[in-house]
């Protein structure tokens, strides 16, 4: 027995010098900032469960500047970016494609997985479509618009207005009218697929050969979606170059990331 129980550690001992750590970059939504995922909870949750706290992306005059702690050699480390959440998905896109460059050079060779929330989940696909997924081994998106949604036309609608009227609706609509009305073009790309626009070309690319999962919302009455994205677009199965390629799992949750993300996280992290 005792030949065997050596062969079994040494067998151990190998897989474990060769597995890689596993690298995990949060993308927020719109509006949203690296912050998002501190002040839901996500961040300590996924701390006290192994995925540490490594480094924050913050806007600087040269670009994005990375932040690192001290637990760059964790076994896997945790990354939140910022973008700039108002400006067009290919402007966000390649701010999170210079991000993911300077990742992956603090992490040669290691995997890499994306989770998104909201918009960021389109944001990512285009820089994974438009850079190439280098090292990317899996994208996760939680309550993403891959098929737009019509809350992106009716902020169209309500901004369209630049007569007089304009001025009343910024002043009784306050910093959220105000916010709207500077997202135009990002709410654009946001639109239902169709000829011309953002999402019609996106959802048509070759898209890279990784694992991809939605994190689909499921309403208080038991339906998929939430008030901001319906629940077919939140699954990429819809995006006709995905078909059949993403897993799904269904969460009853509100639109808006919360604790309940990270044990959804964590799940899949550990499959």
């Known amino acids: 027995m005792?030949?065997?129980?050596?062969?079994?550690?040494?067998?151990?001992?190998t897989f474990n010098s060769l597995a890689s750590a596993d690298v995990l970059v949060l993308v927020h939504g719109y509006l949203g900032s690296a912050d998002s995922w501190e002040r839901s909870g996500i961040n300590s949750i996924l701390d006290?469960?192994?995925?540490?706290?490594?480094?924050?992306?913050?806007?600087?005059?040269?670009?994005?500047?990375?932040?690192t702690t001290g637990n760059i050699k964790a076994e896997n480390n945790v990354y939140d970016v910022t973008l700039p959440s108002i400006a067009p998905v290919p402007v966000q896109a390649q701010y999170l494609l210079n991000m993911l460059n300077q990742v992956r050079a603090v992490h040669p060779g290691e995997d890499i997985i994306i989770a998104a929330h909201?918009?960021?989940?389109?944001?990512?696909?285009l820089a994974l479509v438009s850079g190439g997924a280098q090292n990317v081994k899996e994208l996760i998106t939680i309550a993403s618009p891959h098929a737009g949604t019509?809350?992106?036309?009716?902020?169209?609608?309500?901004t369209a207005n630049d007569g007089p009227f304009n001025i009343v609706k910024s002043f009784f609509g306050g910093s959220a009218y105000d916010a709207l009305k500077h997202s135009r073009p990002l709410l654009a790309d946001l639109t239902y697929p169709r000829p011309g626009n953002l999402l019609n070309w996106l959802n048509l690319q070759p898209h890279p050969d990784?694992?991809?999962?939605?994190?689909?919302?499921?309403?208080?009455?038991?339906?998929?979606?939430?008030?901001?994205?319906?629940g077919f677009s939140q699954d990429m199965n819809n995006v006709p170059a995905l078909r059949g390629k993403s897993e799904v799992l269904l969460t009853p949750s509100p639109h808006q990331l919360n604790p309940g993300d990270a044990t959804a996280l964590l799940t899949l992290l550990n499959q």
């Open 150 to 158: 019509a809350r992106a036309d009716q902020a169209l609608d309500i």
């Open 210 to 230: 990784i694992k991809y999962v939605s994190v689909i919302r499921i309403n208080p009455a038991g339906l998929p979606g939430d008030d901001i994205v319906p």
């Open 118 to 125: 909201s918009a960021g989940g389109v944001v990512a696909r």
């Open 48 to 67: 006290a469960n192994g995925w540490k706290r490594t480094g924050l992306f913050v806007p600087g005059p040269a670009g994005p500047q990375l932040l």
């Open 2 to 13: 005792k030949p065997l129980k050596n062969l079994i550690l040494l067998l151990a001992l």
